[in-house]
């Protein structure tokens, strides 16, 4: 989480509809994700939530057994005034934890390394964040694979929704959990080490088939996030970020530079676009609420969002080079699904991008429509 994040999201604001073509082709035959192997260490068992709720996690084995944050059933007056009493605490605890994880990603500085899993692929990363002005500064440069460097300015507010999940961890503390809740059970999974460091482990569990779940670590010392994974509903670890190395000391200004011909930078200071799309998207998994609108040449872009998950949409005027180009593809936690659709004899192509599972995506993109 926490802008260990640093990946080059495709969902992130301002991405184009070629970012999405380009995933597409040689990904289009991806199932592996629909086939969970019980036996997988990489899988982990989060079915839809009811309370009680204790199922196993790839935790410290020396971890406490988990605690649903959710109402228990009651077999008698007293028993459920003590457990009305435990769920207060236990919410109380996790409300405190998220503060301190806001806290942490909005005014922490550090640096170091970062290990990121996806579709099969470990990738090793060198972050750098820090503070000036006000605004967050981070620098992430891959040291394994293809030579990439990132240099970002700004957290861009409640506007930046960009699925990294530092910006998830900022929104679902600024959502607030009475609103996050109706689409996601909390639970406090226990503890862990990471990077030398303990950590207290906090699930998000879907409570529909609509979206992933997230499981995050935070510091006990600071709350900060050293690790997160995303989950699929057939309960596969899709993502996985994690510090193997962290310095809290103050970041000087010479680590932010770039250390690359390879820099790309990102300015994620302005404000929110308040434009208005001309398409309506009919069907949307209960949370889900449209972020930004930013209009297009040949069409709209617009992003949801329920507080934790992302998902864009592209709506654009279908060119002749694309006029038999549908299909979809998975890689790692990130689904891109293309169909077509015609508006008064035009062809346009819709697009649905995000860290959500395919059946949603596809359900998404068949209900958009014209305004009026």
């Known amino acids: 989480m926490v802008n260990i994040v640093m990946r080059e999201s495709l969902i992130r604001i301002g991405c184009t509809l070629f970012l999405a073509f380009s995933l597409l082709p040689p990904l289009l035959l991806a199932q592996e994700l629909d086939d969970t192997d019980a036996n997988d260490s990489t899988t982990v068992k989060l ?12 935790v410290d084995a020396n971890a ?20 009305l009493t435990n769920i207060r605490v236990l919410n109380n605890e996790v409300e405190q934890w998220l503060g301190k994880l806001a806290q942490a990603v909005n005014e922490l500085e550090y640096s170091g390394l970062v290990t990121f899993e996806h579709a099969g692929l470990l990738e090793t990363l060198q ?18 694979g293809a030579p990439r460097e990132l240099i970002s300015y700004g957290s861009g507010g409640h506007c930046a929704y960009d699925a990294s999940p530092s910006i ?39 409570r529909d088939r609509y979206r992933l779940g997230l499981v995050v670590s935070l510091d006990r010392e600071t709350g900060l996030p050293l690790k997160s994974m995303l989950v699929s509903t057939q309960g596969r670890v899709l993502e996985r970020y994690q510090f193997v190395q962290l310095d809290l000391s103050p970041v000087k200004d010479s680590a932010l530079q770039a250390v690359s011909s390879h820099a790309r930078r990102i300015d994620n200071r302005n404000g929110c676009d308040t434009s208005q799309s001309r398409w309506q998207v009919r069907w949307l998994p209960e949370g889900f609420r449209v972020v930004f609108v930013k209009p297009l040449p040949d069409g709209d872009m617009m992003v949801f969002s329920d507080g934790l998950g992302v998902f864009t949409v592209f709506v654009q005027r279908l060119g002749p080079e694309l006029e038999d180009f549908k299909g979809r593809a998975i890689r790692g936690a990130t689904v891109a699904y293309m169909d077509r659709m015609e508006v008064k ?16 995506a596809r359900r998404v993109a068949s209900s958009i429509v014209e305004k009026g």
């Not at 109402?71 to 459920?80: E, F, G, H, I, L």
């Not at 004899?345 to 949603?360: K, L, Q, R, S």
């Open 47 to 58: 079915e839809r939530p009811s309370a009680p709720v204790v199922s196993p996690l790839p």
């Open 64 to 83: 406490p057994s988990a605690i649903a944050v959710d109402a228990p059933t009651a077999t008698s007056n007293s028993q459920a005034s003590s457990d």
């Open 127 to 144: 972050v750098v964040r820090a503070v000036r002005g006000g605004e967050q500064v981070e620098r992430v440069r891959y040291l394994s």
């Open 168 to 206: 998830r961890a900022t929104l679902l503390n600024a959502a607030g959990q009475q609103q996050v809740q109706r689409a996601y059970q909390f639970i406090l999974r226990g503890k862990e080490r990471i990077a030398d460091r303990e950590s207290v482990v906090i699930e998000a569990r879907p």
């Open 345 to 360: 004899g035009v062809p346009y192509t819709v697009t649905v991008v995000g860290e959500i599972p395919d059946a949603t």
